[in-house]
């Protein structure tokens, strides 16, 4: 099993280019996140998926957009990058008790 | 919505001392405290949790502590080593989705 697969690992873009973040579960969670993790400042929450089918904004929402494909996909969209987006992006999922399960990130640098 | 405040910031203790960080948290909603470990360039792993009817929880040489009164926890290291060298965050879950919201973490440095 590969838990929560992101996609890429790294990303360099230009201002203004767009770019989907693609996140991918095997564990059969219904709950999946899109946090960005900045130096000191801990994870931020940017959507999340409560189901197959629903979306939510979360913490810090502008310039991003999601889908939830399907029970095992969820990706991350920014449809014109800014500098500000730069970050570690890490999508995760759901237990029945809880538990989040983190994919390995992605770098993302906005030029 | 949920705040969380974590400190220190930045910790550093010998090897085989004790380590403690503090969380605080603002939504008296908030029923689920997990711990993550996160080595430089990894993911948040997690080390151990604790849930709102319980004040105590241990695992081997780490323990977490909750004061739902106060809206306070805490993480407990002992007899650190230096491979508990990361970043230390805490979170509370709150909410329908049970989102995580996260302190800005704590360097911790165990020095040999």
């Known amino acids: 099993n590969a838990g929560v697969t992101q996609t890429p690992k790294f990303q360099v873009l230009k201002t203004g280019q767009s770019m989907t973040l693609q996140c991918a579960q095997d564990?059969?969670?219904?709950?999946m996140y899109w946090y960005r993790q900045d130096p000191g400042m801990g994870l931020r929450l940017i959507y999340y998926?409560?189901?197959?089918?629903?979306?939510d904004k979360g913490e810090v929402p502008n310039g991003y957009n999601v889908s939830r494909l399907n029970k095992r996909e969820f990706s991350l969209r920014l449809e014109s990058a800014a500098p500000s987006q730069t970050s570690v992006y890490f999508c995760?999922?759901?237990?029945?008790?809880?538990?989040?399960?983190f994919g390995a990130g992605t770098r993302l640098s906005v030029l | 919505g949920e705040n969380v405040e974590q400190h220190p910031s930045t910790l550093s203790v010998q090897e085989g001392d004790s380590a403690v960080i503090k969380c605080t948290y603002s939504?008296?909603?908030?029923?689920?405290f997990p711990w993550y470990k996160q080595e430089l360039g990894k993911r948040p792993q997690l080390i151990i949790d604790?849930?709102?009817?319980?004040g105590e929880k241990k695992d081997q040489r780490i323990a977490v502590t909750l004061n739902k009164t106060a809206k306070h926890f805490s993480l407990h290291i002992t007899e650190t080593q230096p491979e508990d060298s990361a970043v230390y965050f805490c979170?509370?879950?709150?909410?329908?989705?049970?989102?995580?919201?996260f302190g800005s973490g704590t360097q911790l440095t165990v020095l040999p």
């Open positions: 995760a999922t759901r237990d029945l008790i809880n538990i989040q399960y």
């Open positions: 564990m059969n969670h219904n709950s």
């Open positions: 998926s409560a189901s197959e089918g629903t979306t």
């Open positions: 939504d008296s909603a908030s029923n689920y």
């Open positions: 604790i849930r709102s009817n319980v």
């Open positions: 979170a509370a879950s709150t909410g329908s989705a049970r989102q995580l919201t």
